[in-house]
C-alpha cells in the first residue's frame, strides 16, 4: 500500500475533523458516558477492524477511548487508515 503525502493527509483530514494528525497515524479521543459504555464502543470498533483487516491501536482510559490509525507494515499513512476512520465514526453515539 502507497503511502501518503503530507497535502493527501491534510485532504483526507477535511472531512474527518475529529481525527487529529500525531506524526505517522491519526488519532480520535472519544468520551463515553462510563466504563461499561466505553467497552460497548470498543467492541464496536472491534467488530469493524476485525471485518476490514485493519485493526486500531487502542487505549481505555476509564471513559475515554483513544484511536489510533496507521499502516505499520507501510510505516505510515495510507488510504486504509482514512477508510477504516470514515466507518469507525459514528460508532461512538453517545459520547459526550
Avoid at 482510559?61 to 466507518?87: E, I, M, Q, Y
Wanted: cysteine-free; hydrophobic content about 45%.
Amino acid at each position: 500500500m502507497e503511502l501518503l503525502d503530507d497535502d493527501a493527509i491534510a485532504r483526507e483530514l477535511t472531512d474527518l475533523p475529529e481525527w487529529k494528525r500525531d506524526g505517522d497515524a491519526i488519532v480520535k479521543t472519544v468520551r463515553l458516558a462510563d466504563f461499561n459504555e466505553a467497552m460497548g464502543f470498543v467492541n464496536r470498533v472491534a467488530e469493524v477492524a476485525e471485518a476490514q483487516n485493519h485493526h486500531p491501536d487502542i487505549t481505555i482510559r476509564w471513559n475515554k477511548v483513544t484511536l489510533t490509525l496507521s499502516t505499520h507494515a507501510a510505516g505510515g499513512l495510507t488510504p486504509f487508515d482514512f477508510r477504516l476512520a470514515r466507518l469507525l465514526d459514528g460508532l461512538d453515539q453517545g459520547a459526550r
